[in-house]
């Protein structure tokens, strides 16, 4: 087919006039869109999978993990519930999130204040210090811990894993309420202060009281730091005091059932119940 040279010219502004219509651009950018949307929802699906398949495996009828699982049954929860080792790593678990939850809340909350209320010298250093925790693998400073608790008799210990959790769940605190804090309008506590109020005033009746969703999401975070932690378990454990990390470790190794895969079914629905709840409440600070 030959080519007609001398119509070139007209017939490219022609074109162009038809990829340029309003038409052709939205349904472009609409591909465009389409396209992107399903490709995010495949990563996230790829992502997601494993988790998903916990819940499954979990109902198994086997005595071994297994996918897809033969036949449904709910024994394994209740192998789980019914077990003394089990509850008492839970309970064991629970009372460390939840005083790591108010430790590293009260901790953050104060280092996140100095960091963007106050004129320390070398603040961003000290920042990155703060998080540094979050920064460092976890089995670095699982082995680190382990020889600072040994000589001290803390592995095991109530307060050994309170202090070394609330070191992991700080920098979630920091990064979160110092993110709050940057948002909040800092003429309403210099208002406050003009008015009569001291520091600790003016924080507790007119800071805090705009910053509670950001200290909330924080002190969730750091409960779920802390009771979904097990990498640093492994090394502070003993047979005196042991979390729910440590013991789903020592059952993959020698127990490998489907109460794992029970227990992390658990595991997972408590940090979505939670940030469920978060999400609702900050809905509801939203609206009011």
Known sequence: MSI??????????ALMDIFASPTIRAYSRATGIIALGVGIGCILFFLLLPT????????????????????????????????????????????IALATT???????????????RGSLPFRSTLQALALGPMIVPHI??????????????????????????????????????????QRFDPTLELAALNCGANRLQAFFLVVLPNIVPGVAAAAVFAFLASFDEATVAFFISDIGGKSIGRKMFEDIDFNLTPVIA?????????????????HLMNRKSRSQ
């Open 102 to 116: 108010a430790t590293a809340t009260v901790v953050g909350t104060m280092a996140a204040l100095a960091i963007v």
């Open 4 to 13: 007609d040279h001398a119509q070139l010219p007209g017939r490219v502004p």
């Open 262 to 278: 029970a227990v992390s079914t658990v595991l997972v629905a408590t940090s979505l119940l939670l940030m469920g709840t978060l």
């Open 52 to 95: 998903l398949i916990v819940l499954p495996m979990s109902l198994s009828e086997t005595d071994y993990i297994e996918f897809p699982p033969q036949g449904l049954t709910l024994k394994w929860y209740s192998a789980y519930f019914n077990d003394p080792d089990w509850m008492t790593a839970t309970w064991f678990s629970l009372k």
């Open 140 to 181: 670095i400073l699982g082995v680190a811990l382990y020889l600072s608790f040994a000589p001290l008799q803390l592995t095991g210990s109530f307060y050994g894993f309170l202090v070394a959790h609330t070191v992991l769940a700080v920098p979630y605190v920091i990064i979160t309420v110092t993110a709050s804090l």
